[in-house]
């Protein structure tokens, strides 16, 4: 089994910043693509971005220019930098990974639990 686990909400002012972080951990073989998502209340859940394992990056239109996702593959490690918040970035954030188990050598995704982000002053 794997599992994944979001750290870094909380709540922030308009402009400022928060970082993101999500490691996986179980019986991983290999990650492949890896990627933030978030939902919104009363909205469907969004990408916001997701990253290669060899670093091929790809973004919502609505954070380019402010987000920066990044990995460490030594610590099966996903990080999101967010800067310039603006209050519509308030949601829920889903960290997602693609992974081959070591032990059924199948490849499935796998989902966080989410991390709350709000931006209000």
């Known amino acids: 089994q794997v599992q994944l686990v979001e750290s870094g909400g909380g709540l922030v002012q308009p402009g400022g910043s928060l970082r993101l972080s999500c490691v996986a951990s179980g019986s991983i073989l290999r990650i492949y693509d890896m990627g933030w998502y978030r939902q919104a209340p009363g909205k469907e859940r969004e990408l916001v971005a997701t990253?290669?394992?060899?670093?091929?990056?790809n973004y919502a239109d609505s954070v380019k220019g402010r987000f920066t996702i990044s990995r460490d593959n030594t610590k099966n490690t996903v990080y999101l930098q967010m800067n310039s918040l603006k209050p519509e970035d308030t949601a829920l954030y889903y960290c997602?990974?693609?992974?081959?188990?070591?032990?059924?050598?199948?490849?499935?995704?796998?989902w966080g639990q989410g991390t709350q982000v709000t931006v209000s002053s």
């Open positions: 990253i290669t394992r060899d670093d091929s990056r």
């Open positions: 997602n990974a693609e992974v081959m188990d070591r032990i059924t050598i199948s490849r499935r995704g796998y």
